[in-house]
């Protein structure tokens, strides 16, 4: 019964979802990746519609080459990826089978065999981006497998091709109900399972643990989102948006570095709060870090999330960050950071061995001017302000002694280059100092109200301990472009970094880009934060609300089973409803003879019912037999009417009352 | 008593609920399935929301498709069955009416006969039991359709056409489900017309004056008013068209004469069966060459007559001759 051969209209759907199943893996895998699978439907095709041969035991030579494409392509694969079983490779591998395996389909079991692969294909696009858009593309992607399927029971195509997808549509808008119940009650695991193969989090872009001149700036470039912020009431003014990061000590004359691990963790840190609480919600993207992003300074660790303060004001999650991640956090915006003492201000004070010599010459120079750490500070900011110090997203290449080069010849820079060389300064006239590393300022969202931080908000400052006041936030940035501290980053990109609309120099189109922009953030954002962020915890806390006591398995099962019950009840009496389908003629006819006073017998037929009618409004005689006419015409095979005249007559036919 | 009580009910329930419907699921449905716990695990492993809805949609979607292909097949009756009569070694070819009595189309429905009594064990292969497939590719709703069954005759005598099965996969493949119908539709089997033996000379006298007018096959002699039992291919559509009075063309057989067949004529041949194909091969010749013949054997006697009736009067008594 199962053995038919596909039929060439479900060999077409088949191949059409499987190139749009991989679609989206194609941009980051090997290009022979697509080469072979893409010649494999090619071959396909051309057997379908050319006659080609296809290996079997009759097409020996045809046989060979399909066995050494398929050794080429593992030969391939090891040597892209060293194994088999990671995510990458694992994917590669399943496309390139998938396109090995269309090419040999002559049964259905080979058929369902492949499509139940793609259907597999589907969910490892998953792995790799939940954003909205692949989720409609695989929406598609799921309603043409199933189209495959129903194109292969239907191997007479009773059906054309056109309600066979049709079809797979409806039935998969009749599952919609009872997926929305399974997604909402089916007892959440959380993973992993088993351990995570090492490249299932790919690199992304964002704030690093160490930092060399450049890096930061290079980061402008993204518009990826790094955070969200929703403030419960009160919200800080833009200049006081520091997020902070990593904190960042060492210098070997290049690159700067956080302290071991041991040090960091030693002790924590001493604060003071002071002024005002700010109470907000921020979710954060994947970074594959710990660090989660807060506003200087939290007064309490995160509801949400395990994590702990490290002793130079880090907030560290317990676990690297492998997924979006909510958390709820105060802070107070002025504080005191260890006030007292400090014991690793050795470590605030090192410097490269033999390195920015002239650096530390002008150091010296202000030493000689006075010996208060604040005045040294002025005395530093005021350097970068007067001299002829610019803001730049592209700085100049450096090469040499860096810190050198930039304070004396160069002289442009962005936030990294004023951090940097402020800390080296200061460290040679014995201020204690460090560099911190995080996001400065934000987006507000006008659709949602909520602040959006990119990745080009990314930003370096410095803190230095004066004895009695503990660590003070000085941004040497500021006292070159005030405006960036105070505006945030989108007033000083350059107008064709903003918007590809920019450029057109239209205030309208500008702002319908923005506006634009705006509506989709918020939407990818509720997309995050109801879709993709429910897991266990989200879960326990939505049905809480929904009136779960304490949600445990149990109950999930419980609840599941019934409502399951009760939703698949509904839609098999949808299913099986019976539309009662007159055939319209019939329809017509029966709308005409309920406007007489009398019924038709069951027994009567058109002739006999008019002839009985007639005699009751002889008035009408004349039109009654015409639509009787028109009528027996139409129902019994006389093409040569039309149904809109009798449509039109038994319109306008108005019998009097009697 | 109350057991009694339960019976009752249950053979109610059991006249209220018709015809049974079996479904189960395909080899395809358990593989289906199983991809559905692979696309579910690694959804937990990389805590991907997305892909617990896929999973969450597939499994929905196998459920539907229960309902569907359930339906496909739940209005289905079968209207009824018939057959031409044939000689033993012809092919029976039943003419079997199907109808959709749902307001839906239905897609795919295999139809099968001739239950071969052979137990299988393998779940997968439930219907390797039924020979001779037929496939209907769509039955519209509300509509009917025919499939005609062959089957070989194997013996004289009624051959019932037996339990007829109809299955459907539509749309999915996922599941299988099936439904039995036990029709009393037979066909007659007339035995083989075979052997040497010379027609028994006629007997012309004594019993010609019985008869005045023997109506036959060969010249036509005018009209007569049709009565019911009168052969079809006798109306006269023609003159029928002209006056709506049905008639019937009467023909007269002026050759022949009487010839009764008799079991004593056939006695020397070896057993029962080589007998009733001789005597089945008279009737045929006897019919061919427009004589009066008759049959006489020892459980019944058919008097004297001609004509596509009388012929297949007493070939079913050869047929059920016991």
Known sequence: MNSTVPTKNALLWLMLGLSLAALPHFSYQPMWVFVIFASMLGWRCMAIWHAWHLPSKQHRRMQWLHHSIAVLATVLLLTSYGNLIGRDAGVALLTVMLGLKVVEIRSSRDYYLSCFLGYFLVVTNFFYSQSIPNATLMFIVVTILTTCLISLNDAKQALNSRSQFKLASQMLLQAIPLMLLLFVLFPRISGPLWGLPTDAHSATTGIDNNMTLGKISQLIQSNEIAFRVKFNGQQPAQSELYWRGPVLWHSDGVTWTELDNETKSATLPNILNLGTTYNYTATLEAHNARWLFALDFPNALPLGIKAHFTQDGQLLSDDPLRQRQQYELSAHTQYRFNEDNNSYLADAL????????????????????????????????????????????????????????????????????????????????????????????????????????????????????????????????????????????????PLNMRSPLMLSNSRQLAELWQTLRNNWDALDNSWNQWILAYGPELQKEFLSKLGMPSPNWQQMVIWLSVSLSIILLLISSLIFYQRKRLAPVIFLYQKFCNKFAVNRKASEGPIDFADRVKQL?????????????????????????????????????????? | MMPHTLSQLYHRFNQLRGRRIFIVPTRFGFAYAGFLILILLGAINYSSSLGHVLCFLLGSLGLVAMLHTYRNLAKIELHHAFSEHVFCGEKIHFTVLFDNQSHHDSYQLNVASKQVLTPTFNPFRLFKGYRHHYLIPMLKAQLTTTVSITLASER?????????????????????????????????????PLGGLPLPSANDNGQQSNHHKQTGVDDFSGFDIYRSGDPIHAIAWKAMARDDVMRTKQFTSYQGGNVMLSWQDVAQLRDTEARLSQLCRWILHAEAAGMNYGLSLATTAINYGQGEQHRHRCLSALALYE
């Not at chain 1, 004349?622 to 319109?651: F, M, P």
Request: hydrophobic share 35%.
């Open chain 1, 350 to 493: 090192q410097l490269p061995n033999n390195q920015h010599p002239r650096t530390q010459q002008l150091a010296q120079k202000w030493l000689q001017q006075t010996q208060l750490p604040l005045e040294l500070v002025q005395l530093a900011l005021t350097h970068f302000n007067q001299q002829d110090f610019y803001y730049t997203l592209s700085p100049p290449q450096l090469s040499g002694d860096t810190i050198d080069t930039f304070l004396f010849e160069s002289r442009r820079g962005f936030c990294e280059h004023y951090a940097a060389s402020f800390t080296i300064l200061m460290r040679a006239a014995g201020v204690p100092t460090r560099i911190v590393t995080g996001y400065q300022g934000g987006e507000i969202n006008p659709v949602d109200d909520f602040l959006v931080i990119r990745q080009r908000d990314a930003h370096a400052w410095t803190e230095v301990w004066v004895k009695g006041q503990g660590w003070i936030r000085i941004d040497p940035t500021a006292a070159v472009a005030k405006h960036r501290i105070d505006q945030g980053m989108n007033t000083i990109m």
């Open chain 1, 617 to 658: 409004y002889p008035n009408n005689s004349a039109e009654i037999d015409r639509i009787n006419k028109l009528y027996i015409n139409l129902h019994y095979g006389n093409k040569s009417v039309s149904i809109d005249d009798l449509k039109q007559a038994i319109k306008t036919f108005k019998p009097p009352r009697i």
């Open chain 2, 156 to 192: 004289r005598g009624r051959q019932p056409l037996g339990r007829i099965r109809i299955a459907s996969q539509f749309p999915l493949g996922l599941y299988t489900t099936w439904s039995y119908f036990n029709t009393s539709a037979y066909a007659l089997v007339y035995p083989k």
